[in-house]
């Protein structure tokens, strides 16, 4: 097995080059929709760290449940942040959403205001 360091350095690596491929080139998505999407990748990845500590538990040695029930804390915090970056950005929506009302009205009002002259 490499050395962590080396293998903490690819990791690096690689989630730069996900940042850049998924979320930063992408026209598809937001700055708040890619920091959501990073947080669903980081569940998913949790996900698959847990299901591979299970199998290692299960074939080799049973101690590795140990990092499967670490992972789910990844998972679990993962979720929540979604869940905050949701909620977040659901309340701006409504203020932005306000605001332009709230502008509307205002240029509406001004409009049917009569001449000062």
Do not use: K
């Amino acid at each position: 097995m490499a050395p962590r360091d080396e293998l903490e350095e690819q990791a690096r690596e690689h989630a730069d080059f996900l940042l850049d491929y998924l979320v930063q080139r992408s026209e598809s998505v937001d700055y708040r929709q890619g920091t959501f999407l990073l947080a669903a990748l980081a569940a998913e990845l949790g996900t698959r760290v847990q299901l591979r500590c299970w199998e290692l538990a299960r074939t080799t040695e049973p101690s590795w449940e140990i990092a499967g029930s670490e992972a789910e804390t990844l998972i679990n915090a993962a979720w929540r942040c979604m869940a905050t970056i949701a909620g977040l950005s659901d309340q701006e929506d409504r203020h932005t959403h306000d605001r332009q009302q709230q502008l509307e009205h205002d240029i509406a009002g001004d409009s049917d205001a009569p001449d000062d002259e």
